[in-house]
Every structure is written in structure tokens, then in C-alpha cells.
């Protein structure tokens, strides 16, 4: 046994999520059900470990949205599922929020090749993930969260480094306490989600866990920068005749407005659900609400103020 497989052993020996659960050891034994009631169950303790860490969650999302109200990014970073996880988040933030695709950003170890097939070797490259949010140019108003289950891979360490080297706000996203990714951030979350049914397959539990709070984060941010009304997503973007369904029943749900008041607004708007509501409630043409808008910061409640004032 060589030096460096004795220690990363030593390491791994300490990880909550690479801890094995004797009790399962015959588990290829118990029949189908009783499988999926045993990972089920286990599933149902992630929530939990999550809301331990709202209040660490919570100040993350108020530093982030106040970054990027000022026209910083959001930058995920993370290998193998979670970088998984962070590219899938940033990939479904501009259908969602009609965000730019370069305002909320994923990058995995290795590519985005890696994807779909694991690239041997990335996860351990700290100098990968530095050259990676170089090439983003990252600046001071960015924000960076490096993501990994066991907290020590040296691609989501590296990146949150060298992000508080360039000034940028870093969150480091682990599922064990005590992390290096944690001590590394300004706001560490620890989600500590326990044994994996199959010992260390971190696309279980940890998976879940970084699933939703990566959920938390995105949307309750974009909730902050005003891409909502109440619980519409006001900025939606309608790409396919789907999402220009969703686009009028939006439309309905904030105004009440008939079929035909909607289709003339989201015309007046080429298709904005956000300025349609304001032409709605607001009494205004397409251009005023445009333009109330544009001075409300998109905030879709201070334009309707805004409205009644003129």
C-alpha cells in the first residue's frame, strides 16, 4: 500500500458519506419492496438535514442577491454529480427567469463532456477549476459555490480559492461537518445527510441534498431580483407553445383579465408576461410599462406603485 492510497483511506474513513452501514450488508438479500422502502426512508431524512441549514442558506441567498442585483453571476462549481447538480441548476435558470445564460453559470471538472461521461482525474485538478473561472474573466460583483459531497475536492475547494482571491463572494455546498470547502467560504453549508445506502454513491442522499439546496438558492435569489409576482414567474420565457400556454395563464392568474384583454396586452408587449400584468393592472400602454420597469429594477410590485402615480 503506498503512502498516498494510506492517507486519502485515512481520509475517506473519516467521511459521514463514505461511512458504511453494516445493517445493510445484505441488502442484495431483502425482495424489491423492501429495497425501496429502505432507501425511501432514508430519502425522507434529507429535508431535515437541509432545514438545519436554512439559517446558513438564507444569508447566502441575501449576500448572492445583493451581488447580483449589482449585475454580478452566480457560478457553480463542482465534479463528477455535483457538478452535475450545479450545471443543471444554471441550465434551467433562463427558461425559468428569463436570466441570461452567462448570469447563472455551471462548470464541472472536465467539461462539459464530463456531463455525460466521468473524466478521470478532474476532480483533483485545484489549478482546473482556477483556469476555468479565469476564462469567466471572474470579477469582485460575482459570486462562486463550490459543490462537493465529501467538502475536500480539490476542484470545488480550488475554485471557492481562487474566487476570494479575485474578491467574489464564496459559498462552499458539502454534506459533511468540519468541511475544507466550508473553511474555505465566506458561508459554508453543511448538509449532513449521513451513510449512503450504497456505500460513498454520493448521487444518493448527498445528491438529493444538493438538489434542493441549489433549488433554494436559485429560486429564492431570483425571487429577490424581482423574476417573480407573488408565486408566478412573471419573467418567464416562452420558447415553445408550451411556455406560451403557461405565458397567458400567467397572464390570468396575476390579472384576471378576459382571453381577449390578455392576447392584446401580450401583443402590445411581444410577448413579456411581465409587462403584459403591468398593462393590465397598471393601466399603461407597452412602452410606459417597458420603461416603469426599467425603473423599477424589474421589481414588478414597485412599477405597479410606480403606475399609480402617473
Request: proline share 4%.
Amino acid at each position: 500500500m503506498t503512502a498516498s492510497y494510506a492517507a486519502l483511506r485515512a481520509q475517506l474513513d473519516t467521511l459521514t458519506t463514505e461511512a458504511f452501514r453494516p445493517e445493510l450488508a445484505e441488502i442484495d438479500r431483502l425482495s424489491t419492496l423492501e429495497i425501496a422502502r429502505t432507501m425511501n426512508a432514508g430519502d425522507a431524512t434529507v429535508p431535515a438535514a437541509v432545514a438545519a441549514q436554512l439559517p446558513h442558506i438564507a444569508a447566502a441567498i441575501d449576500a448572492i442577491a445583493a451581488r447580483m442585483a449589482r449585475g454580478g453571476r452566480l457560478v457553480y462549481a463542482g465534479a463528477g454529480t455535483a457538478g452535475r447538480m450545479g450545471v443543471l441548476d444554471a441550465s434551467e435558470c433562463p427558461p425559468t427567469f428569463n436570466t441570461d445564460p452567462a448570469q447563472v453559470v455551471g462548470l464541472i471538472a472536465g467539461g462539459p463532456g464530463a456531463m455525460v461521461e466521468a473524466v478521470e482525474g478532474a476532480e483533483d485538478s485545484a489549478g482546473l477549476a482556477a483556469a476555468d473561472l479565469a476564462a469567466l474573466e471572474l470579477a469582485a460583483a460575482d459570486t462562486v459555490i463550490g459543490i462537493s459531497a465529501s467538502g475536500r475536492t480539490p476542484y470545488a475547494v480550488g475554485a471557492v480559492e481562487y474566487a476570494r482571491t479575485r474578491g467574489a463572494l464564496t459559498v462552499g455546498l458539502s454534506c459533511n461537518a468540519g468541511s475544507a470547502l466550508a473553511a474555505a467560504a465566506e458561508h459554508g453549508i453543511e448538509v449532513v445527510v449521513g451513510p449512503e445506502l450504497l456505500t460513498g454513491s454520493t448521487r444518493l442522499k448527498a445528491g438529493t441534498a444538493q438538489k434542493l439546496v441549489l433549488n433554494l438558492i436559485s429560486t429564492i435569489t431570483m425571487i429577490r431580483l424581482g423574476k417573480t409576482y407573488g408565486n408566478l414567474m412573471v419573467d418567464l420565457r416562452a420558447s415553445n407553445e408550451k411556455l406560451r400556454a403557461r405565458s397567458r395563464r400567467i397572464v390570468a392568474l396575476a390579472t384576471g383579465a378576459p382571453d381577449e384583454e390578455i392576447e392584446a396586452a401580450l401583443d402590445a408587449t411581444g410577448g413579456e408576461v411581465k409587462q403584459a400584468v403591468l398593462v393590465l393592472l397598471g393601466a399603461v400602454d407597452g412602452p410606459t410599462a417597458a420603461g416603469l420597469l426599467t425603473t423599477a429594477n424589474g421589481h414588478l410590485r414597485e412599477a405597479l406603485a410606480l403606475a399609480r402615480d402617473l
